[in-house]
């Protein structure tokens, strides 16, 4: 499977941007889709934007014409540049990747970055 390491979170005032970094090691040919999660207190996690192998992307209506995802030089790395952001944003912030090995799927998962927004 693959490691997640997240970076980029932090606390923010209603308005501003974030941008978050997610870099993926080991198995990374075997990775399909990448993507961020999002999990506030008492909520359960929603995917918040993902991409795939081919660069499709696909966002939560929430966040659509606010957040973007993108990739890096390196093909391991993705970005969340998080713009006019909001207080209902407050959350843990995950990074996902979703891949096939060995004829088995998976699904890794990054330690998690807070994204606190204040009013």
């Known amino acids: 499977q693959v490691q997640l390491v997240e970076s980029g979170g932090g606390l923010v005032q209603a308005g501003g941007s974030l941008r978050l970094s997610c870099a993926a090691s080991?198995?990374?040919?075997?990775?399909?889709?990448m993507g961020w999660y999002r999990q506030a207190p008492g909520k359960q996690r929603e995917l918040v934007a993902g991409?795939?192998?081919?660069?499709?992307?696909n966002y939560a209506d929430s966040v659509k014409g606010r957040f973007t995802l993108s990739r890096g030089n390196a093909p391991n790395t993705v970005y969340l540049q998080m713009n006019s952001l909001k207080p209902d944003d407050t959350a843990v912030y995950y990074c996902?990747?979703?891949?096939?090995?060995?004829?088995?799927?998976?699904?890794?998962w990054g330690q998690g970055t807070q994204v606190t927004v204040s009013s």
């Open positions: 996902n990747a979703h891949g096939r090995l060995i004829y088995k799927e998976y699904d890794s």
């Open positions: 080991g198995s990374i040919f075997s990775i399909n889709a």
């Open positions: 991409i795939t192998r081919t660069d499709t992307t």
